[in-house]
């Protein structure tokens, strides 16, 4: 309960008053306790799907926060390490849009693309063709 009150001050800002919290969180552990093992969940994004948003308003405030931190900083890292091999010397003028497309292609490398819907949709936003013979 410790380590609760200390998250609760730390985050107090987006939270209601401390004893409410403290409260809430008391309610949310008792409530968690009561579900089948197999309805529990062991990961943030699905004790949020548990959390109802009335009843356990700052636990799902909290829930929500934790979702969002990162865990370690390999992602960051890694996306800085992605953009120094994209944007070099040579391709200084790249714009964002650009740029940021290249750098999730990259990161993103496993993900398969459906190059002929990608052509479609650049066809349908850039119609290049020139009407020779009207």
């Not at 409260?23 to 009561?34: I, L, T, V």
């Not at 943030?44 to 548990?50: I, N, T, W």
């Amino acid at each position: 309960m410790d380590c609760a009150v200390a998250v609760f001050r730390q985050y107090g800002d987006y939270l209601a008053c401390l004893d409410a919290c403290r409260a809430e969180f008391e309610r949310w552990q008792h409530w968690c306790s009561r579900l089948e093992p197999e309805q529990r969940s062991n990961s943030v994004s699905g004790a949020l799907e548990l959390c109802d948003a009335t009843l356990f308003q700052n636990m799902r405030t909290m829930l929500k926060i934790f979702a969002t931190l990162p865990v370690t900083t390999c992602t960051a890292e890694r996306s800085f390490s992605v953009l120094r091999l994209i944007k070099t010397h040579l391709r200084s003028t790249m714009g964002n849009d650009r740029l940021n497309g290249l750098a999730l292609l990259s990161i993103h490398k496993n993900v398969k693309l459906n190059y002929d819907s990608v052509m479609m949709e650049y066809t349908r936003k850039y119609n290049t063709r020139v009407r020779l013979i009207e």
